[in-house]
């Protein structure tokens, strides 16, 4: 049973890795400087919800230490793990609720990431005023937190799927 939540812990760690790397990779020129779709949090939804709160705090701590260190440098890993962690906790508590569904736990955690950069953010550059980029990163967080949702949903019955036909 040990090898199965290892093996587990190194592909989730492994595909939201990837879907970091493929994040980078997209040109989104609609999008604000800083606005990211947040692939991998499809991943960290789905672990979750499959295996539990310290599962995903280790995998989301695992990724977001690669891809800073691999992609971003030491100002996007400062930011990415303010807002990941913001995230994280935000999802945790909304889940033990269970006044939400899957959807409405990761719109919070889109929303989240969001509010924890820009506290970072306004502590790094000392002005508050980073706050009135806000509204725009609180609206990209709910979009992408609802379709983030939606398809860490749609993951997670394939894999309940899967796991009663072995």
């Known amino acids: 049973m040990r090898s199965t ?14 879907m970091s790397y493929v994040e980078m990779l997209l040109p989104i020129p609609l999008l604000m400087p800083g606005m990211k779709l947040g692939l991998a949090n499809v991943v960290m939804v789905v672990v979750l919800y499959d295996m539990d709160a310290k599962s995903a705090f280790f995998i989301s701590l695992v990724r977001v230490l690669l891809a800073g260190l691999l992609f971003q440098g030491f100002a996007g890993l400062l930011y990415s793990l303010s807002g990941a962690f913001c995230a994280w906790v935000m999802m945790v508590l909304l889940k033990k609720t269970k006044q939400l569904s899957i959807i409405g736990v990761s719109v919070a955690g889109g929303v989240f990431h969001n509010v924890g950069q820009i506290l970072v953010a306004a502590a790094v550059v000392e002005n508050i005023k980073m706050a009135y980029y806000l509204p725009v990163l609180l609206v990209s967080g709910v979009v992408t937190g609802f379709v983030i949702g939606l398809v860490a949903r749609l993951c997670l019955q394939y894999l309940h799927a899967m796991g009663r036909k072995s």
């Open 5 to 18: 939540k290892v093996a587990k812990y190194g592909l989730f760690a492994a595909l939201a890795l990837m």
